[in-house]
């Protein structure tokens, strides 16, 4: 079945589509939901119980703040790329989908890398922990084959040859972030090759680098008590890291003088 703008304006009883920010359509047998292409302004979407493919029709819903896609006939994370630009974009229930696997952790892992702004998925509040190892060991999501972001990419070279490369990845995923927080964007020579011989090291530094941008992007939602919780604990492990090198210089030059003498 197909949503109409007939249907909407009547459920959510408003006289025009753009003045439509929140809609319940649990439950309506839908199938064909391109009228959101035409709703930049909803907030609120409830479209549990229904027989929903496809998630382009919501790339351009700019104000999604919530979104309620359980028991649907989603087939394939690949989706969750037409959500990527829904910046407001904090919840999020997917379960119950064939896109869903039967992985929980790694399905869990893989929509929060590529969503890494949401705080509640399924119903279930995100952690920082959960966030940061979702930035290092979630799977990419590819653009589905076919849309018209993956014909080309923005040199000319089809999406599906930059797709297989995992450097990439990280590279659009952190970059991403970094804009978003107004840090410099990092160059491809601070991403080693996965495939090079130092791997463990790689991936040492990448994991790093995640972690400081998964930290960075979750303090722009703590509030003023928040804030100084995470202040005075990051002061006292400057002020630990601080004594430590006190000590080292310390045992360094007793060392130097035990030698002189």
């Known amino acids: ?5 007939k249907q909407v304006l009547a459920k959510a009883k408003a006289s025009d589509l753009e003045s439509v920010k929140k809609l319940n359509c649990w439950g309506c047998n839908l199938a064909d939901i391109s009228i959101f292409s035409q709703m930049a302004n909803i907030e609120v979407l409830t479209l549990s119980v229904n027989s929903i493919s496809s998630l382009s029709p919501l790339a351009g819903c700019l104000s999604l703040c919530e979104l309620y896609l359980r028991r649907n006939k989603i087939p394939s994370l690949s989706e969750l790329s037409y959500l990527r630009p829904l910046t407001r974009l904090r919840v999020l229930w997917l379960a119950e989908n064939p896109c869903c696997g039967t992985d929980c952790n790694q399905y869990r892992l893989t929509v929060l890398r590529c969503l890494p702004r949401l705080q509640k998925l399924d119903n279930q509040a995100v952690t920082e922990d959960e966030l940061a190892l979702a ?3 979630g799977k990419a999501v590819t653009t589905p084959p076919g849309s018209v972001q993956n014909q080309l990419s923005s040199n000319g070279l089809a999406d599906a040859e930059m797709e297989n490369d995992p450097l990439n990845y990280n590279m ?6 970094r804009e978003e927080l107004g840090m410099k964007l990092l160059s491809r020579d601070k ?3 996965l495939s090079s011989p130092a791997t463990r090291e790689n991936k040492a530094t990448l994991k790093k680098t995640h972690t400081v941008d998964a930290v960075l992007l979750l303090l722009k939602d703590l509030d003023e008590e928040e804030l100084h919780i ?3 604990a990051t002061q006292n492990r400057l002020q630990t890291y601080t004594l430590d090198q006190v000590l080292t210089d310390s045992r360094q030059t007793q060392k130097a003088v035990d030698v002189q003498h």
């Open 135 to 137: 930035l290092m060991e």
């Open 191 to 193: 991403f080693p090759s």
């Open 172 to 177: 659009e995923e952190t970059n991403k972030i």
């Open 1 to 5: 079945m197909k949503l109409t703008r």
């Open 230 to 232: 995470v202040h005075t």
